[in-house]
């Protein structure tokens, strides 16, 4: 079979449904509101450890040779007829936000899953080795830093940070691997595939308001986040005139106007994103003047230059409004981490196999971070994206794409993997 002809061909989608179905009713929940059911799979929890025992327990059955990593990342490899070539790694996460949906991390790893499997029906053996990968706590919502995992895996992260890191009862990340069975005996830092691909729903509402089936992910952006602290002073809201005030609330609300402003003039782009998230007042009271607000500021932009010059527009805002308001604003950065360019031989690759199977495709930015983004530090990388009903809602249990959007995004990557795998030094 030739190269042209491999790329054209497709996976058994019904088992690919019935695998997102079975790994979803591990950890699932009714979320009466919505009145569906959504996914509770928190890293490192038992449902966790269930998740990935049928997981590998599926790895396993498809041939494939497995091994854990210290950190807990699941690696599956099917060899390729050149075992010295560097495999062609595909995968995701199988952990979930609290009230999250079947789709999100799983679609990627059962996808690569798929893949294989499809591989073997048709005892098709590519040249390079392929790998699936299913990282560790790509969610960060237990132990507090996402992509957990995959950033151990690729150096971003040393393993015994990651190790110390504790959740809400106080719990390490080593004590929760070692308790669910999966400390793995495979040292960090040693993988260097040729290339990583990962599939993953959108979870944003671009593709499937503008019709388009397939996404080709050009990089993540840039997030900086910010936790302020304002102090003014809380007093009589009747008996003290408005020039006497020190509002720390209507600093607060300045702050949030100045990030809208951010992002609707072309200074920082057209992707610029600000949100002040949480706006704590104390005393919190209908009739006392703030004396004090807790708020946060998550700034995005997929250039590191805009996001810079946005950083310093929000310190230089902070310092105006010190002097204007007559309050003292405390700033300190919480996590920031760089806009991630993905590979162009790879995005093409991926609107190579998009437009062989007949399938609308544009290019579009990550809002979110991924794990493929830890991946780019070592080798070509980039990601396909399916749309989802519902505004392609995510990390809600209303997540949802159709078994057509699902194999749509699959096919595509069984094409890109088998032509990735084909390639030589
Ligand atoms: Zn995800």
Known sequence: MTIGERTQLKINTDRLMHSIDELGAIGAYHDAEANVMGVHRLALSPEDAEGR??????????????????????????????????????????????????????????????????????????????????????????????MLGSAVATGRIALDDAYGLTDADGKTVKQELEAIGFLGAEPVGKRTPHAFVECHVEQGPALIHEGIDIGVVTGVQGISWHKLIITGTSAHAGATPMGFRKDAGLAA??????????????????????????????????????????????????????????????????????????????????????????????QIAIETAAKTHELSHRRILAGAGHDAQEWSAVCKTAMIFVPGLNDGISHNPRELSTPRQCADGINTLLSVITRLADEGE
């Open 253 to 346: 609300a300045r702050i949030n106007c100045r990030l809208h402003e951010m992002c609707t003039g072309s200074k920082y782009g057209s992707e610029m994103r600000a949100t002040m998230g949480v706006i704590h007042p104390e005393p919190c009271m209908i009739n006392v003047i703030p004396g004090r607000i807790t708020a946060t500021v998550d700034l995005r932009n997929p250039d590191d230059n805009a996001m810079h010059n946005a950083e310093q527009d929000l310190d230089d805002y902070l310092q105006h409004i010190t002097k204007e308001l007559g309050v003292q604003i405390e700033s300190r950065q919480t996590a920031r981490t760089p806009a991630i360019i993905f590979d162009e031989s790879v």
């Open 53 to 146: 025992r049928l997981v590998k327990r599926w790895f396993e059955n498809a041939g494939l040779t497995v091994s854990v990593d210290a950190i807990g990342n699941i690696y599956a490899n099917r060899t390729g007829l050149d075992s010295k070539l560097a495999p062609v790694m595909s995968g995701s996460h199988i952990d979930s936000v609290p009230t999250g949906g079947r789709f999100d991390g799983a679609l990627g790893v059962l996808g690569a899953l798929e893949v294989v499997r499809t591989l073997n029906d048709l005892d098709i053996t590519t040249r390079r080795p392929i790998t699936i990968a299913a990282f560790t706590d790509e969610e960060g919502c237990r132990f507090g830093t996402d």
